[in-house]
């Protein structure tokens, strides 16, 4: 790997990380899972960096975050964060990069905005609901139907984020086209 596309893993994940500084939310019809702005990030790794380089950005940041840094939303880290109901989520966060970037590598033809807005809503919503909920059910006592339900929350929140990076995405390619690696793969 080149030593540039060890850089902008690095670097995403560290904005991942600064948007888990960002306030959390926690609703107790959600089995103990906070509303955060890191499901954001996934999709951003992906859609800017491609399927792999986004997933191992995430990779980076859970692998610090075991380590014990407060890096996820409300100053969380450590083991004892892999044994909540958002375990799900967070090992979400990494599949849901991976095929953000993978659908962006596919519709590198297709203009960047609709392209980024369906990669992050497969990966970022759709893939990474299919985790977080199985995760819920398993560690917050919920059946599936019950952690999906729950899931419902988070819908409006998620959507907005899928247009931001979107946004993000279309802003970037127009002034700095080559920083938008999932274009370029």
């Known amino acids: 790997m080149k030593d540039r596309s060890l850089v902008q893993i690095a670097l995403y994940a560290a904005i991942f990380a600064v948007l888990g500084l960002l306030p959390r939310?926690?609703?107790p019809i959600a089995g103990g899972v906070p509303i955060t702005a890191q499901s954001m990030g996934a999709m951003l790794a992906g859609v800017m960096l491609g399927g792999w380089r986004g997933a191992?950005?995430?990779v980076l940041l859970l692998f610090v975050v075991a380590l014990g840094a407060p890096l996820l939303a409300g100053g969380r880290g450590g083991l004892g964060v892999f044994f909540t109901p958002s375990v799900g989520f967070l090992f979400g966060w990494v599949a849901a990069a991976f095929v953000?970037?993978?659908?962006?590598?596919?519709?590198r033809k297709?203009?960047?905005?609709?392209?980024?807005l369906v990669a992050s809503v497969v990966g970022g919503i759709l893939v990474l609901y299919a985790f977080g909920?199985?995760?819920?059910?398993?560690?917050?006592?919920l059946t599936l139907k019950e952690a999906a339900i729950a899931c419902l929350v988070f819908i409006p929140g998620d959507t907005i984020k899928a247009v931001l990076v979107a946004l993000i995405a279309q802003t970037v390619a127009r002034g700095m086209p080559e920083a938008l690696l999932s274009r370029n793969a």
């Open 25 to 27: 939310f926690d609703l």
């Open 56 to 58: 191992l950005s995430i």
């Open 100 to 107: 953000a970037g993978w659908i962006m590598q596919k519709l």
């Open 110 to 116: 297709a203009p960047v905005f609709p392209a980024a």
């Open 133 to 141: 909920i199985v995760g819920m059910a398993a560690m917050g006592n």
